[in-house]
T-cell receptor, first 114, second 116 residues
């Protein structure tokens, strides 16, 4: 099973709302990622968690707040977003050992900020 | 820094045509290379990968060979189907300096449309 599950699939939120995106994997992967993908562009890395600790923050604005409650779950808390934050948000996970590790992506959460 | 360059799209072919999508990379060392596919409205799926020079990755009739002498990883398929219509991303894995954490560097993506 190489499945990364993301909820919700679609989210519409106002600029003053607080919402969260959720991600779950049961592959025993200890690295988890958030990517942002705008239309017709490749995904851009936002955050990396390794062994439940935030390892990389690619200079993401503080209105995006990641959380890794345990080794299977990853959340992205959203607050005071802007319309330009509308995008597909992809969660991913990977093993933390061996060369050639594959990063497995979820189906994504489509976010629209109004 | 590391980078990936893909042939620009969009690419439009007829069913059963031969497909090549070019991908070249710039990196220190010998990174693992990947092709991901994104069908309309969906996330990214791993299509194939290669971890060392001369490795050939293959899946669903698609193939790509890791060529270190030309720093290339071109995607090929002998006979495409309408269901292959999607965006294809070439990517390489680059070190992050953090234990257990990887980073993918993506090409810009190539949109492929197959007409019946």
């Amino acid at each position: 099973d190489t499945e990364v599950t993301q909820t919700p699939k679609h989210l519409v939120m106002g600029m003053t709302n607080k919402k969260s995106l959720k991600c779950e994997q049961h592959m025993g992967h200890r690295a988890m990622y958030w990517y942002k993908q705008k239309a017709k562009k490749p995904p851009e890395l936002m955050f990396v968690y390794s062994y439940e600790k935030l390892s990389i923050n690619e200079s993401v604005p503080s209105r995006f707040s990641p959380e890794c409650p345990n080794s299977s779950l990853l959340n992205l808390h959203l607050h005071a977003l802007q319309p330009e934050d509308s995008a597909l948000y992809l969660c991913a996970s990977s093993p933390t050992r061996d060369r050639g590790n594959t990063i497995y992506f979820g189906e994504g959460s489509w976010l629209t900020v109004v | 820094g590391d980078s990936v360059t893909q042939m620009e799209g969009p690419v439009t072919l007829s069913e059963e045509a031969f497909l090549t999508i070019n991908c070249t990379y710039t990196a220190t060392g010998y990174p693992s290379l990947f092709w991901y596919v994104q069908y309309p409205g969906e996330g990214l799926q791993l299509l194939l990968k290669a971890t060392k020079a001369d490795d050939k990755g293959s899946n669903k009739g698609f193939e790509a060979t890791y060529r270190k002498e030309t720093t290339s990883f071109h995607l090929e398929k002998g006979s495409v189907q309408v269901s292959d219509s999607a965006v294809y991303f070439c990517a390489l894995r680059t070190p992050t300096g953090v234990q257990g954490a990887q980073k993918l560097v993506f090409g810009q993506g190539t949109r492929l449309t197959i007409n019946p």
